[in-house]
């Protein structure tokens, strides 16, 4: 129950930070995110999907991850998003996030890394040392990944999760 309680709160706060800040212009990223001056984003935003998540060391206890985000592209190449999966216990987990992505990496324009920063919520119980400084379920989370863009709206990204494992997913952008 005590979980259930901590997930509503979550929500509401999220919720509330996402309608004020739809009333100030943008959809759902903060104001002081936006780089004032930079070029516009090309696109509004991105759907990303995981399916598969590879871990480097093996535990019995390892669910299959699964997950779905969606980002907000703003100018300058900062972004902010939330993100739902099944963590590698099997619990519902969300990660609320703002970062930087980094076009053109090693002079390939398909070629770009993102690191992102935020707050996860959902390792519990006796799962709850899985992540670092850890407090009733929540924890801070940063995940750097590298990406290959195969056209205007598909990607590939692969993200760096700690000394857990890699994430592998499929981008959209729109």
């Known amino acids: 129950m ?5 997930i ?3 929500w509401a706060l999220t919720a509330s930070l996402f309608s004020a800040q739809a009333q100030s212009g943008n959809r759902y990223c903060p104001d002081f995110l ?18 598969y998540t ?3 060391s093996y535990s019995a206890e390892h669910k299959p991850v699964v997950l779905v985000a969606m980002d907000e592209q703003l100018p ?4 902010c998003g939330i993100s739902f999966f099944s963590n590698s216990f099997g619990q519902p987990t969300t990660y609320a996030y703002v970062g930087q ?10 070629l770009f890394a993102k690191v992102t920063g ?3 919520y959902g390792y519990v119980g006796k799962y709850q040392n899985k992540v670092p400084l850890n407090s009733h379920g929540f924890s801070p989370g940063v995940i750097p990944s590298i990406g290959y863009n ?3 709206h598909d990607s590939v990204q692969m993200q760096v999760l700690g000394n857990a494992g890699l994430m592998f997913a499929y981008g959209r952008k729109f």
């Open 2 to 6: 005590r979980i259930l309680k901590s």
């Open 8 to 10: 509503g709160v979550f």
């Open 34 to 51: 936006a780089v004032q001056g930079a070029p516009e984003p090309t696109h509004r935003g991105e759907f990303t999907f995981s399916p």
């Open 54 to 56: 590879y871990h480097f």
């Open 76 to 79: 300058g190449g900062r972004l």
């Open 101 to 110: 992505q980094f076009n053109g990496l090693f002079g390939n324009p398909k």
């Open 118 to 120: 935020g707050i996860i």
């Open 150 to 152: 195969f056209n205007e």
